[in-house]
């Protein structure tokens, strides 16, 4: 299993960013718990993409 880490920031404009390290992801959120539910949400995405190339 991979892991994948996400540097989390706080966004100017409120609520959280969250950018992949080594990854092409990318996430926001409102709060915390909104935040890890995208990450989850575009990890899925993200390789579920690859898998159709």
């Given amino acids: 299993m991979n892991e994948i880490f996400f540097l989390v920031e706080e966004a100017i404009e409120g609520g959280y960013n ?26 899925h995405c993200h390789f579920d993409e690859d898998k159709e190339l």
Wanted: aromatic content about 4%; hydrophobic content about 40%.
């Fill in 18 to 43: 969250a950018r992949a390290i080594g990854e092409s992801i990318f996430t926001e959120g409102d709060s915390l718990d909104e935040l890890k539910a995208n990450i989850r949400d575009a990890v």
